[in-house]
Nanobody
Framework: QVQLVESGGGLVQAGDSLRLSCAASGRAFNIYPMGWFRQAPGKEREFVVAVSSSAVLKWYTDSVKGRFTISRDNAKNTVYLQMNSLKPEDTAVYYC????????????????WGKGTLVTVSS
């Protein structure tokens, strides 16, 4: 029922910026936390950032604090990830996710995933 479609990935150089978008459809988008996860080649999928339904609360993994910003536009059923000062270690497939509740944006708890968009950062 819930569909998530990511866009905005691409190939950039270290230090560049990129903005990812996730268009959502389905029931009650505006009551669920949304998150971004990433999976680097040969690695497990990991949490990056999440935002509460009202966008009042945000959670960031330490490695992206100060560089990445999550936001959402509930009127457009869209969540964004602004990525600045990109580093080669940010290279991964980035996945949009709908989380089941507050503080529940975990790889083992996410209800719905997008198909991912590839971000490649060259050094």
């Amino acid at each position: 029922q819930v569909q998530l479609v990511e866009s905005g990935g691409g190939l950039v150089q270290a230090g560049d910026s990129l903005r990812l978008s996730c268009a959502a459809s389905g029931r009650a988008f505006n009551i669920y936390p949304m998150g971004w996860f990433r999976q680097a080649p040969g690695k497990e999928r990991e949490f990056v950032v999440a935002v509460s339904s009202s966008a009042v609360l945000k959670w960031y993994t330490d490695s992206v604090k100060g560089r990445f910003t999550i936001s959402r536009d509930n009127a457009k059923n869209t969540v964004y990830l602004q990525m600045n000062s990109l580093k080669p270690e940010d290279t991964a497939v980035y996945y949009c996710a709908q989380c089941p509740g507050a503080s529940a944006c975990r790889t083992d708890l996410v209800n719905y995933w997008g198909k991912g968009t590839l971000v490649t950062v060259s050094s």
